[in-house]
């Protein structure tokens, strides 16, 4: 599989074009790294899509999305969290990622795993979630 995912020591996740280079610079992947790029490039836009209802931001943008993995089969893991383990969505925004996630074009199979460890906090939102929400 192809990470694209930050470390958990990580707080702030990167920039889509820096995510997007870091999952071309995988080694051991069977898929061109152009056409991986283009994927993983898809992949972002199509989380962008996907918006907490409470929080006028997208899912990516808040920091919500943990890890993109892509097998060389090009079936996605999301590995993702949300703001809160009672967010009123927690039974349905998974479906929503999975959705938005399938509709990329040489997508496979799509997982999503839901998962509160590290816990989601305000730091894991970009820069640009941050000023949308007037916390800058």
Known sequence: MTDTSTKPSDFIIPDPAAETAKSAAEPGSSIPKEE???LTA???AALK????PEIPADIYELGLIYKIDIDDDRNVLVEM???SPGCP???EMPGWVENA???VTGVGIVTVKLTFDPPWDKDRM???AKLLLGMY
């Open 36 to 38: 991986l790029e283009q």
């Open 42 to 44: 898809d992949i972002v």
């Open 49 to 52: 899509t996907v918006h907490d």
């Open 81 to 83: 969290t949300l703001t």
């Open 89 to 91: 969505v927690a039974g």
């Open 101 to 103: 996630v399938a509709s």
């Open 126 to 128: 970009s820069d640009e």
